[in-house]
């Protein structure tokens, strides 16, 4: 029971196993959450994985279980194998990502890679693809006990001997062998602050690049004996972590977002595209911001957006407009700038997607955008995102939006899972409680 892939595709990978002395193939999937799970099978097994799928037992996987039926099967996607530099390369280790169905043969409707091909199929009936690009951005720290600092250093510094910078270098070079071209990487505004850019590309290729990005930063970051964390706001005080991510549908070769009528060489599509992720944006933020730490970093003061607005310049704004460069036609694009790095990418890009497209099918009409010289938005009663956990869940159980982008099993299933997150952290006795209180009262 071979899942949509041809004959050439499988008899590829096969060939390019044996020739690469690949003995093992990690198979790799995400919960819910976006935490990467997988197992390994060895290249005699290769085979039959790729015609009839790999079963296990999907119970102990966020999101998975459904109606007591936990048996699933893991389809690897042959357009996604790849072998692990980082690894040796006698009897070599490779990856692929695997799509998951159930023991009948039908998608998982538990499995978000699953819930973003299906969008994307669901988009490309209308002609469009959706092509994303994201700014990765993180912290080194000593280990994962506390946050404490390997620099001092800011925004693009180059100083010798930097740690991170040698690590940043490795971490492109491998991402390099495994086909996931990054544009840029340089030292953020914080210290001991990281970002790595990834080469724009479809959605789903994106949210695939996003998942492995993550791994190899952490896998090579703990190589040199170093921890590298994704949290959105590890320290109080300074910038926390976002995953500013640019946006564009594209039909054919031509880009739906560029106009040369508009002044910002918008298409009406793009400003209907921008208007429905404004209109939208609060009810989704519970997946593109999915954790109580996201709202720390969704703070005035560290260049986090706070309300729903849009401009060309600010980058406090929601959404911002880069700047057009002469014959860069294929490269209008809006950036969104409230994800954190720490969400599922499949299901953030599902949901953005999905609040763009309902502003071009609404024809929403667009706000005008913000101007720099408005320091303070909420004297000009501009509506905010969510400020917490708690606000985020209220809004998103009662989104029809999410519930049909998501499907019911992982909307129910998320939803539920958030609800246990906030509850046990309403009963946790913090730091800032015992260093506040307790030689208070």
Known sequence: MNVDHSQNEIEFVLRNARESDVKFIRLWFTDILGNL???????????????????????????????????????????TFTILPWRPQDNATAR???????????????????????????????????YVGTELEFFYFQNDDSPVLLDKDGYFDQNSGQVSGDLRRDTVLNLAQMGIPVKYSHHEVAPSQNEIDLQYTDALSMADNVVTAKLVIKELALAKGVYATFMPKPISGINGSGMHTYQSLFKGADNAFYSADDPFH????????????????????????????????????????????????????????????????????????????????????????????????????????????????????????????????????????????????????????????????????????????????
């Open 37 to 79: 799970k997988g197992f390994a099978i060895t290249i005699e097994d290769l085979e039959d994985a790729l015609y009839h799928g790999v079963g296990f037992d999907g119970a102990a996987i966020e999101g998975f279980a459904r109606n007591n039926e936990s048996d699933v099967r893991a389809f690897p996607d042959p357009s």
């Open 266 to 441: 918008l298409s009406q599509d793009a400003k209907y595209f921008v208007a429905g992720l404004l209109k939208h944006a609060p009810e989704i933020t519970l997946v593109t911001n999915q954790w109580i730490n996201s709202y720390k970093r969704l703070a005035s003061g560290y260049e986090a957006p706070l309300h729903l607005s849009w401009a060309h310049v600010n980058q406090s704004d929601l959404i911002r407009i880069p700047s057009f460069k002469t014959g860069g036609e294929n490269a209008v694009r809006i950036e969104y700038r409230a994800p954190d790095p720490a969400c599922n990418p499949y299901l953030a890009f599902s949901v953005m997607l999905a609040a763009g497209l309902k502003g071009i099918d609404g024809k929403y009409d667009l706000i005008e955008p913000g101007k720099p010289e408005i320091s303070n938005p909420m004297v000009h009663n501009v509506p905010k995102l969510p400020s917490s956990l708690e606000e985020a869940i209220s809004l998103a159980e009662n989104s029809e939006l999410l519930k049909t982008t998501l499907g019911d099993n992982i909307f129910d299933r998320f939803i539920r899972n958030k609800k246990i997150e906030l509850d046990l952290y309403q009963t946790e006795v913090t730091d800032f409680e015992i260093n506040r209180y307790l030689s208070m009262l």
């Open 96 to 130: 692929m990502f695997c799509d998951i169905h159930t023991p009948q043969g039908e998608p998982f409707p538990g499995d978000p890679r699953t819930i973003l091909k299906q969008n994307l199929e669901r988009l490309a009936q209308s002609g469009y693809t959706y």
